[in-house]
């Protein structure tokens, strides 16, 4: 008798919001396949089948669904507490699942369509109007009274949303909207008093089946930071049965005929007015907690089997209780410890501990629904007692707080893109995607591949988790050129802030800022060289000022005697060590500013290493062969590198040739390598790959730019914190216990 084949369902987002979900999926028998663009995500690790791609992402997401499906038919797809509605409905259509067009998922996701489409249909909306400029806003609120709220049209967690209450808040409050929108537009709309609903609902077989009516808490003015649902409403029936119509009206204007829904309902001096609704279930914890513990209906249950093109079990409530969800919100500054936890959860009543952050992370002051320390769930007879339970249970939870800083790594990143315009937008996650081509800029050259091959090499290995052993604090010096540092970590030589950076800082004041950073964090710093006949004396000077405590890379000049020339000015500076980027051979803006390139023979670079008295460095080697050549030329290390991408396309991330290079070499030169390097863990991998150190270029520049000296010390203090996290997770003692039995390929990877 053949066995029957299990159904296979994708779940668009592996994020923490997404794992009760997957969870539930796979209680119900079901093979759940997982996209996010983070391999290292909650969900992703729980996935039978993860596949790293960006939510966003939609037409590599369809095209790797479709892949998948030709050798594993899926089933079903669908999305929880993301919008990712857009994605889900086109990989719904180009499979052929259940699920609902992307033109209503485009709907119920861009806050302008979604408005307009309410607003012709004769659904209550507040008066809005669509912003693109500063001036744009000018404009609305010569015709709009205060107070009005700003947000963008394209994201969630209310990122970016802020409620503007005179002309003075227009400009902070447009900035934050405009940083926080994907395609960069705004909506303009009327302030709306009164209290608020969470609503969510399953849509199928033509019917619109409400699933769960919360009060919804909102604090934190002038921002609109959600701090937790009681479950049920409290408000009179009355008010509700106007809410749950106007959400019914709603999602039928909108198209929404299959699938989940969730929608805010403001309850208005005019009767109940829409601030959104999403073509899902709701995020935070209001449909895997909240609703379920009120009602005894799983409701992710639900929803997965209608994504299946079934119809769901019985939606009737089992159990009347009251859920009450509150989020952690302590003072600003860096957690010292958390104490209470496993007290609290003895409480009764208390049914889930939500943490989202540990001892050593930053609490920061919410501006949106993102950041929170952690999330209290509990269940009460009452709404009284729910509540009091939950209180109880927080004031039970010990969450002590160093002194508060101002610095974050949100802050940081805000900075500096403001400082690089256009150059560079400071992504969440550095990996090439929106600059690729842009060189001058900071993106990878051509397609950009090269760029982020660097990152998906280093994804392709996964860690193994090594949790009984001895190591509770481990060692993450490393000598290094006759220096002893502090974490394996050094910062990689950047220049042409004018060219490249659009001037936000000088030469001067970002060398100073990457020296100082890196010596206070106990590490070294490396300075770079362009293509002006002087630029490299500003990093020799900072060297100098320091010390010597600091590496210059040169570039490869046709003439050995301009590189000489740069060698006996950095010995005179006192520098560490120096090199040469031999990967620049071809760089174009040096030709055309008089300051030619090229390759060198190992002859030419002997000559080079007969002039130095201090370790001499080879960056840009991507193969066995040239780390031999670098070997014979005299190099005391070598540098695993393809220049982040951009000298050539189509190249292999580091991570890929390093293994075979380590081996070759055999330890007779130092090896360090740079490309792709965001996390703790990737230092860890590159370590276990055969790295004796690591160097880290964008991120730190975007350090720089953000914050200055403070900005690199707090971004190398968090690699720093990482890199031990990852190191007692994987039982390595030390820098030297770091090898590759800690780390393997992901099947399927050749």
Known sequence: MPVKRPKHLLIVGGGVFQVPAIKIAQSM???????????????????????????????????????????????????????????????????????????VAERAT???????????????????????????????????????????????????????????????????????????????EEFMEGVELSLDA????????????????????????????????ILPAGQQAQAVEVFKQAISALGIDIGAAKGDIKITSEGPKIVEIAARLSGGWMSAYTYPLATGVNLYKAAIQIALGENPTDLTPK??????????????????????????????????????????????????????????????????????????????????????????????RNNARKKFYIACKACTVCDGLECAGKVPGIGGIGTGSAFTE??????????????????????????????????????????????????????????????????????????????SPKKYLIGLEAIKKRGGLGIPIFKPREYNLDIIKRFKAAEDAGAVAVGID???????????????????????????????????????????????????????AIVVSNHGGRVMDHMPGTAEVLPGIANAVGGRVKVLVDGGIREGIDILKMLALGADAVMIGRPVCIAAFGAGQEGVSFYLQEKLNELKKAMILTGCGSIGRIDPSIIFRKKGDR
């Open 582 to 636: 031999i990967d620049a051979a071809s760089f174009k803006t040096m030709t055309l500013k008089g300051q030619a390139v090229g390759p060198k023979t190992i002859a030419e670079l002997q000559e080079l290493k007969s002039h130095l008295k201090v370790p001499f460095i080879l960056k840009g080697i991507m193969n066995v062969e040239s780390a031999l050549a670098a070997i014979e030329a005299g190099a005391d």
């Open 202 to 233: 399953l849509v199928y077989e033509n019917e619109i089946h409400i699933t769960g009516v919360a009060d919804r808490i909102i604090e934190r003015a002038p921002y609109f930071v959600e701090v937790g649902h009681t479950l049920p409403s």
């Open 454 to 531: 660097n990152l998906t090499a280093l994804a392709r290995y996964q860690i193994n988790l090594r949790t009984i052993h001895e190591v509770k604090v481990p060692d993450t010096s490393v000598e290094l050129f006759g220096h002893k540092l502090a974490l394996p970590v050094l910062a990689a030589p950047i220049t042409g802030m004018e060219t490249n950076l659009a001037g936000g800082m000088d030469e001067r004041e970002y060398a100073d800022a990457i020296l100082d950073g890196c010596l206070e964090s106990g590490t070294l710093g490396m300075v770079g060289d362009g293509a």
């Open 110 to 188: 861009d806050k302008i369509k979604m408005r307009q489409v309410l607003q012709e249909k004769g659904v209550p909306v507040p008066a809005f109007r669509p912003i693109w400029t500063l001036e744009d806003c000018r404009q609305a609120i010569d015709d709009m009274p205060l107070p009005l709220v700003i947000k963008p049209c394209d994201n969630m967690g209310a990122r970016g949303v802020r409620k503007i209450e005179s002309i003075d808040d227009l400009v902070p409050a447009f900035r934050e909207a405009k940083e926080a929108s994907i395609s960069g537009k705004l909506i303009l």
């Open 29 to 103: 028998g079901l093979k759940v396949v997982v996209t996010d663009y983070n391999p290292e995500a909650e969900g992703m690790l729980l996935a039978d089948y993860p596949i790293e791609v960006s939510t966003r992402n939609i037409n590599l997401t369809v095209n790797t669904a479709k892949q998948f499906h030709r050798t594993c038919p899926l089933d079903g797809v669908l999305t929880v507490g993301t919008d990712a509605s857009q994605t889900v409905a086109a990989v719904a259509d180009a499979l052929n699942l259940p699920g609902i067009p992307f033109e």
């Open 319 to 412: 159990t009347s209780l009251v859920s009450a969800e509150r989020s952690l919100l302590p003072p600003a500054g860096k957690i010292l410890s958390i104490r209470g936890v496993e007290e609290a959860r003895k409480i009764k009543g208390v049914k889930e501990i939500i943490l989202m952050k540990e001892a050593g992370d930053m609490a920061e002051e919410p501006r949106s629904n993102m950041g929170k320390v952690g999330y209290v769930i509990t269940v009460g007879k009452t709404r009284e007692e729910a509540i009091r339970v939950n209180n109880l249970a927080r004031e039970t939870l010990k969450i002590e707080i160093g002194a508060p800083s101002d610095l974050t790594w949100d802050i940081i």
